[in-house]
Structures are given as structure tokens and as C-alpha cells.
């Protein structure tokens, strides 16, 4: 019996999916070919079989139209699913369109006479080719310029994270809204942000994402793939010269979509615009050094003294004239030293009482423009002199805002051991310059910037950029980097003179309050800026001698004597000088010969008595044992308070016991140390003075106003 030859399969070299990409090809080149040629048929055969009645024929064609219409909503469903590009769902639905209204018309009138029939067939031509071409173009040119967001579906796992719309601001900036899918999460998409960037090439912190408070799967990404901060922005002048500081908003410089950075120092603006805020947020200013924190403190110091109702204070104990020299005219208490600093700051709760008291009788809860006070601004540069370990400071910042005083804390680290964690929780607002880890923004800015991805690890390579939080600054503004205005110190230097016309004198309460700290300051008239070619003798660039400052006597002022010129030598007798310096010698040996040391007692030796005084000789005495001197506790009271009110007066502004003993041994009490521990308790209590806390100053006392004031607190 002959065995049967089995047919062997053909050998194919191509893969799988190369055979199934051949097929696809096929089908989409051949397609719409097949319908037009083929496609007249069952079209004539439906209308030869319904032309005898015309209600079958009416249905027939109601049916092609409404599944022609279904057709198309399935294609649009499918191709939204498959987030197909826009112009690719129309051309599909196009398709749908043309088929179904052929068919549909084929039906009714049929293919059978010479001018349906050309229509049928040009028709068809005509998109069968412009199938083939939109089939072939557009499929090359999608494949070179894919949307990258399909890209990071597929190689990071963006799936069930749908981008709804993106758009760019044409500041290199672009904005994209995600949906997340699928139970989802925004923060499942916050993860995958570092990947996200990378398969991008941007840097760390360009790309942002907040979420919205009503809808947890909304969330916006914000891309920044450019940096338009690069070349920075020149300072623009003050943002409203002679307007109130309750006005409008300050402006310190850019974002880097090209918006203004504004703050809200006072929470009270008459006009606010997007800066609404409400409350006064004391503000931590945080870098390494370099990164431009002291730019930014005297932007604010420049905008401020453009304004009226308002007064700065600047505490810089490390180099004040190197920072603020340029803008010291500007500054209605410049604060320079450590001790100066410390006092500052034990009096500052009583101008805070005297403040709110003043407000609290008006009605007021808290400062508004116009109310009488001026809005204190206080800029502590290189805090960590002073705001480490700080009772006072901390105390200040929970009860400042109600007075309408605003504090910058400017630091280059806000951790436990430069500022105590409780000053930094009353601190909620910041700026945040360049860091060496950008993890530490976590002491300065809120978290929900450094959730939405702000990383200011930049160091001080670039000099002003920052990021600003609180203040008014709406949250989603929080993560957007910034850059301060490049501005010269002579700019801001002629700004703050041309300021002073306008510049609100500090009111009467704030004042008396601050006492004799604040009538004894340091003040200066004129700016301290680096010489240029032609201007080494102008005197505007001197700082003006402070008010309690002594002048210098002549004397002191003069030259040091160096004899009388040699013309006049000549006119001088030498027997005359010679018996000058005779007479001098001999004065000098009768001064010496009264004088009983040295040797007068050379010839005593420790076993020996030593002779009793003469009795005519001087006795030293340390007063107290005449009863015509002794003091009464009251006047021994009125002389200590006269000799603090002429040290305050003096400029003296800490003392030793020591050097009021001469008191006690005239008051007439058997227990003077008690007395003056009385006092002492007593003048504590009425904030004259206060003990020095500083490790150089143990056992002293801080002097913080006369007890002759007129608010003696008895």
C-alpha cells in the first residue's frame, strides 16, 4: 500500500509578530480598496430586493443610518480608551461617516446607473488613497514625535495616571492635569517623580506636583524645563515709593514662570490682591553662606523704607556696616553688637505690652494701617549670635504679631542648636535660599512645599534663587523657585535717601517704650558706599556721629606735637635750654625725694615690728564713719537710682555691685547686702534694669532705662 506524501509546511523566516505586522499592513492598505470595489454589490442586491416596497426600503435605510451612528460612538469610545490623538479620532469618525452614508444612499437609490455607479467609485478612490496615505505619514511621523507621557506609561508605570491636558506657558513652563485611575493615588504618582525626571533629563526639583483639596485624584504637575532665572532680572526701583506699608504688597523679585514674588509682611493690606492672608507670619530666612540671603534682607529693607507708617530695625552683630552700610540712613535702629542685641530683646516685651495696650483701646485685635503705631520690622541677620537659647526671643515671637511687629529670622541653618524649636514653630512663613542638602529646607519651609517637591540644593551656586512659603504667597505658588532682583547698593542707597521725605517718624508708644535704649542709639544720616573714581573726599559717603556719641575734643582731634618747626630752632639760645632742662631734672628729683617708695622700708626684715605712724601722718579712709554721711534707706535708694540715671545718660549700659559700694557703706543699716538685694529685686520687677545671662557677663547687670523715667512703674 503506498504511503501518503504529507505536505510540509512552508518555511517562513520572519517572526510572529513581523508576520502579524505583514497582515496588519494588508488590512490597512487593502481595506478601504475592498470596500469600494466590492461594496456596490450587497449594496445593489439590498436595493433591488427592497425597491418593489417602500416601507421595508424606508426601515432599511432608518437601519443603516443608526448603525452607521453607533459605529461611530464605538470607534470614538475605543479610540478614547486607547488615548489616541486628537486628529486620528476624527479621521476615524470621518471614515465611519463616509461608509455609512454610502451605504445608506446606495441602498435608496442603488449603484446600477452610470452616474451612482462613477459617483461610487471616484468616491471611493478618492478616500481608499487618502486611507493609504494618512496610513503611511502619519503613522512615520507619530512614531518619530510619540507623546512622552505614553513613553512613561509604559517604562515607569504611569498607567492608571491619565494626563488630561497640558499646556505650556510659553516660559518654559508647562502645567499638565493627571487623573488617577483605578484606585490610584497621587501619591503613587509623586514616587515615580524622580523617574519621571529622569526619563525627561530635567534636574531635581523641576518638575512639581500639587493635589486638590476637593478631588485627592486631581493632580497638577508642574514642569519646569527651562531656566529662565539664569541671567536674572535688574531691580526694578521700590514697587510703591510713598505708599503705606498696609497698601499694597512688597516685591523682592521673580518666579521662574516671569511672576512677581510679593509679600504680605502686615496680613493687613488694603488692597492684597492674591497675597490675602490676615495674620502677621513671622519669617525664617535660611542658606549657606553666600546663597544670597543678605540681598534679599536689604531688598526688604529698601522696600520698607519707601514706605511710610513703618520702621525697620536691623540686629547684625557679626558686620553690620559690610551688609547694611549702604542702607544704614534707612534704619531707625541699627543693632551691632552682642550686648546691644540682648538688651534689645529684654526690652522689646515691654514695647509689645505698651503696643497691644494702645491697639487693644481702639478696638483693635491686631495692627491695622492707619491705627497710629508704625508696623515694626525687625531683620535678625546671622541669628544664630542670638536667637539660640533665647527665652526672651522665643516669648517674642508668640506675642509680637498682635502688635504688629514682624520678625525675620535670618539664619544658614534653623536646626535645634542655631534656633530653638519653639522660635521656629512661630516662625511659619519662609524663604529658602540655597542649600548643601536640600533635605534640610524641612527647618525653613512648610511641608507642603517640600511635598510638592521644592529642593533648594543648590548651595551657593546660585546666588538669589529661593523659594518662598506663607506671607500671604498662595500654597501653590510654595514650590515655585524664585530669584531675587539684582539690584546695586548705590540704587538702593539713592532710593532710601530720596525715602526720607516720606518716611513715618516711629510713634510716641514705641518710643517711650524702648526708653533711653532707643534715645541713646547709633543712628546714621548717610549711606556707607565704596568709593568710586573721583568721589575719595565725598563726605555723603561718611556715617553721621550718633546722637549720644561725644564729639571728639580738639585736642584729641589734633595732630600729635612734633616740635616747633627748624626755622625756629635757630632763634633759641642753647645756655637757655640747657637751663631748662635743669630745672626740669630738679623738679623731678624733689617729686622723687617725696616719694617714699622705692626703698624706704629696705631695711626691715620680716622678724621686725613695724614702726607705728607718725601722727601726723595721712590716713586712708573708706568713708562710712562720719554719722553726718550715713544715708537712710530712701536716700541711699535715690542716690542708686541717680547713679544709674547718669550712667544711662552716659551710655553706660551695664554695671558690677562692685561699683555701687560707696553706696551701701553710707547707708546706715546693719545688713546692707540685704538692702541692695532688695533694691535690686526691686528694680528687676520694674524692668530697669536685668541680669546678664551671657557667660561673660555672669554676676552683672543690663541696664535697660533710668529709673527717674516717667514710667517708674511705682
Known amino acids: ?107 435608496v437609490v442603488g449603484v446600477d446607473t452610470p452616474a451612482t455607479a462613477a459617483a ?166 535660611m542658606g549657606v553662606n553666600g546663597a544670597g540671603k543678605t540681598q534679599g534682607n536689604q531688598l526688604i529693607i529698601t522696600e520698607v523704607g519707601t514706605r511710610t507708617e513703618a520702621s525697620v530695625i536691623v540686629i547684625d552683630c557679626s558686620k553690620f556696616q559690610q551688609d547694611f552700610g549702604h542702607v544704614r540712613h534707612g534704619i531707625e535702629w541699627p543693632i551691632d553688637k552682642k550686648d546691644a542685641a540682648r538688651r534689645f530683646f529684654k526690652i522689646l516685651p515691654n514695647a509689645i505690652e505698651k503696643r497691644t495696650d494702645f491697639l487693644a483701646a481702639k478696638g483693635m485685635s491686631k495692627w491695622e494701617p492707619g491705627c497710629g503705631l508704625n508696623f515694626l520690622v525687625i531683620i535678625g541677620e546671622e541669628a544664630a549670635d542670638f536667637a539660640a537659647d533665647n527665652e526672651h526671643y522665643q516669648k517674642i515671637l508668640r506675642t509680637a504679631r498682635a502688635a504688629g511687629i514682624w520678625i525675620l529670622t535670618s539664619i544658614q541653618r534653623a536646626t535645634h542648636n542655631n534656633m530653638d524649636t519653639d522660635s521656629r514653630a512661630n516662625s511659619p512663613a519662609g524663604l529658602c535660599f540655597g542649600l548643601r542638602d536640600g533635605a534640610d529646607s524641612q527647618y525653613c519651609l512648610p511641608d507642603e512645599a517640600v511635598e510638592a517637591g521644592a529642593w533648594p540644593q543648590w548651595g551657593n551656586r546660585k546666588p538669589g534663587y529661593h523659594y518662598a512659603a506663607g506671607l500671604g504667597i498662595p500654597e501653590e505658588r510654595w514650590h515655585v523657585t524664585a530669584r531675587t532682583e539684582l539690584a546695586s547698593k548705590r540704587d538702593q542707597a539713592d532710593a532710601i535717601t530720596a525715602g526720607a521725605a516720606i518716611r513715618t517718624p516711629l510713634d510716641a508708644t514705641t518710643a517711650e517704650a524702648f526708653g533711653d535704649l532707643y534715645t541713646n542709639r547709633t543712628t546714621y544720616d548717610a549711606p556707607l558706599l565704596p568709593k568710586e573714581e573721583g568721589e575719595e573726599n565725598n563726605p555723603q559717603q561718611q556715617a553721621a556721629p550718633a546722637p549720644a556719641a561725644p564729639a571728639a575734643s580738639p585736642a584729641a582731634a589734633a595732630p600729635a606735637y612734633s616740635g616747633p618747626p627748624e626755622e625756629e630752632m635757630d632763634d633759641v639760645d642753647e645756655d637757655t635750654i640747657a637751663r631748662e632742662v635743669e630745672e626740669l631734672n630738679e623738679m623731678l628729683q624733689n617729686v622723687l625725694d617725696e616719694d617714699p617708695e622705692p626703698g624706704e622700708y629696705d631695711h626691715l626684715r620680716i622678724e621686725d615690728e613695724i614702726e607705728a605712724p607718725a601722727d601726723d601722718a595721712p590716713v586712708l579712709s573708706l568713708g562710712g564713719d562720719d554719722d553726718a554721711d550715713k544715708l537712710t534707706s530712701e536716700q541711699g535708694r535715690q542716690e542708686l537710682y541717680k547713679r544709674l540715671d547718669t550712667w544711662v545718660r552716659e551710655g553706660k549700659l551695664s554695671f558690677a555691685p562692685r561699683e555701687v559700694t560707696d553706696i551701701l557703706l553710707r547707708v546706715g543699716l546693719a545688713d546692707t547686702k540685704r538692702w541692695f538685694y532688695r533694691e535690686r529685686d526691686r528694680l528687676i520687677e520694674r524692668k530697669v534694669i536685668s541680669e546678664d545671662e551671657s557667660e561673660e557677663g555672669f554676676g552683672h547687670y543690663d541696664i535697660l532705662r533710668s529709673p527717674l523715667s516717667s514710667d517708674n512703674g511705682e
Not at 505650556?168 to 501619591?187: L, R
Open 120 to 285: 461610487w467609485f471616484l468616491g471611493g478612490v478618492g478616500m481608499a488613497a487618502a486611507n493609504n496615505l494618512w496610513s503611511k505619514f502619519y503613522k512615520a511621523g507619530s512614531e518619530k514625535s510619540a507623546s512622552r507621557w505614553e513613553k512613561l506609561e509604559s517604562e515607569i508605570g504611569l498607567a492608571k495616571h491619565e494626563l488630561k491636558e497640558a499646556a505650556s506657558n510659553g516660559k518654559g513652563t508647562v502645567i499638565a492635569t493627571v487623573e488617577a485611575k483605578d484606585g490610584a493615588t497621587a501619591d503613587d504618582l509623586a514616587r515615580r517623580i524622580p523617574a519621571m525626571a529622569s526619563a525627561l533629563k530635567l534636574g531635581k526639583g523641576r518638575i512639581t506636583h500639587t493635589v486638590d483639596d476637593d478631588d485627592s485624584s486631581q493632580v497638577t504637575l508642574r514642569v519646569q524645563v527651562a531656566d529662565l532665572l539664569k541671567e536674572g532680572f535688574p531691580w526694578r526701583g521700590p514697587s510703591a515709593f510713598g505708599a503705606s506699608i498696609g497698601d499694597v504688597p512688597i516685591r523682592t523679585g521673580r518666579y521662574e514662570d516671569g511672576e512677581d514674588v510679593l509679600l504680605n509682611l502686615t496680613g493687613m493690606l488694603r488692597d492684597p490682591g492674591p497675597l490675602s492672608n490676615g495674620n502677621v507670619e513671622h519669617c525664617i530666612a
Open 1 to 107: 500500500m503506498a504511503r501518503r506524501a504529507s505536505r510540509s509546511k512552508k518555511f517562513d523566516p520572519r517572526s510572529d509578530e513581523e508576520i502579524q505586522e505583514s497582515r496588519g499592513a494588508r488590512l490597512t492598505y487593502g481595506g478601504p480598496w475592498a470596500v469600494t470595489v466590492l461594496g456596490p454589490l450587497p449594496v445593489e442586491l439590498a436595493h433591488v430586493a427592497l425597491t418593489g416596497n417602500p416601507t421595508a426600503l424606508a426601515l432599511a435605510s432608518l437601519g443603516l443610518a443608526g448603525t452607521g451612528a453607533a459605529v461611530c460612538r464605538l470607534m470614538s469610545h475605543i479610540d478614547a480608551k486607547a488615548k489616541r490623538p486628537k486628529d486620528q479620532r476624527i479621521w476615524h469618525q470621518v471614515n465611519t461617516g463616509v461608509v455609512t452614508a454610502a451605504a445608506t444612499l446606495g441602498t
